[in-house]
């Protein structure tokens, strides 16, 4: 069965920085290109970066410039490295496939608050 689970979340004070796992099983996972996506309270999830097969990662506009995708295949575990948190950037963070879609796993919750 693929499992997904991601950790890493907290509380940080708006500034902070985090750095977001995700491991993964049940897949060829050096395969698939792999997402971050994330759901604040009462909004849809929305994506927030993608890692490809080879590493090239692409962010949000929402994130751009303040976080880091990137992924270790020995390890079936993909990071987000998030800088210069923000209120915003409170939300569940999951990750998933790219393109194919495997059930949801376990998130992690990240919370910005002073």
């Known amino acids: 069965d693929v499992q997904l689970q991601a950790f890493g979340g907290g509380l940080v004070q708006p500034g902070g920085s985090l750095r977001l796992s995700c491991a993964a099983s049940?897949?060829?996972?050096?395969?698939?290109?792999m997402s971050w996506v994330r759901q604040a309270p009462g909004k849809q999830r929305e994506w927030v970066a993608s890692?490809?097969?080879?590493?090239?990662?692409d962010y949000a506009d929402s994130v751009k410039d303040r976080a880091t995708v990137s992924r270790d295949n020995a390890k079936n575990t993909i990071y987000l490295q998030m800088n210069n948190l923000k209120p915003e950037d409170t939300a569940v963070y999951y990750c998933?496939?790219?393109?194919?879609?495997?059930?949801w796993g376990q998130g992690t919750v990240v919370t910005v608050s002073s």
């Open positions: 998933n496939g790219l393109y194919a879609k495997f059930s």
């Open positions: 049940g897949f060829t996972f050096s395969r698939y290109a």
């Open positions: 890692v490809s097969i080879t590493g090239h990662g």
